[in-house]
C-alpha cells in the first residue's frame, strides 16, 4: 500500500520526470509528447514554490520511500455557477506502478481534499484517445461533461 504525502520544492525533478506518462497514449496528430509532457511544468512549479491554499500536491511513495506517482489539484471556478470546485490539474503514475489501484488512490486523495474544503464537484480534463486514464475515471463514476473539438487551420 502506497504511502501518500504533501509535495515539497525538493520533490520537483521528481515529479517533472513523471510527465512523460502524460502523453503515453496514442496523441492526436497535430500534438507532440514534448508539448503535453511541458504543458503543466509552469503551474505545478509555482503550486511547488509557491504553495497556497487554492492547489495541493499529493506524492505516492512506496514503503521504502520511492515516489511512485502524485496528483495536483487546484481549485477552478465553475463556468454556468461560479461556485468553486476541484479540477485534478496533473495524475500521473511511474510506469512500473502501473495496473495496481494507484491511480485510483490518488484520485480518492484529490477527492478528499475538496471535500475538505467543502467542495461538492471534481472535474478534470483527459484526451478523448487515451483510453486508459478514461476507462478508470468512468469506472469512479465521472462522466463527461462537455466535449471539446479542435479544427486545424
Given amino acids: 500500500m502506497p504511502l501518500f504525502r504533501s509535495a515539497t520544492p525538493e520533490d520537483e525533478r521528481l515529479l517533472l520526470s513523471l510527465t512523460p506518462q502524460l502523453a503515453d497514449f496514442v496523441i492526436p496528430h497535430w500534438r507532440t509528447p514534448e508539448e ?3 504543458a ?18 499529493v506524492v505516492a511513495e512506496e514503503p521504502a520511500g520511492t515516489p511512485v506517482g502524485f496528483v495536483f489539484v487546484s481549485t477552478h471556478y465553475d463556468f454556468f455557477t461560479g461556485q468553486p470546485h476541484a479540477h485534478i490539474e496533473v495524475l500521473a503514475v511511474s510506469p512500473l506502478a502501473r495496473g495496481h489501484g494507484l491511480g485510483r488512490a490518488l484520485i480518492f486523495q484529490a477527492e478528499a481534499w ?16 487515451n483510453t486508459r486514464a478514461r476507462a478508470v475515471y468512468e469506472r ?11 479544427k486545424l487551420l
Fill in 114 to 129: 475538496a471535500r475538505s474544503r467543502g467542495y461538492e464537484r471534481l472535474t478534470l480534463n483527459v484526451f478523448a484517445s
Fill in 40 to 57: 503543466d511544468h509552469p503551474m505545478l512549479k509555482s503550486a511547488l514554490h509557491e504553495p497556497s491554499p487554492e492547489t495541493t500536491v
Fill in 140 to 150: 469512479l463514476n465521472y462522466e463527461a461533461e462537455t466535449v471539446h473539438y479542435l
Fill in 36 to 38: 503535453i509532457t511541458r
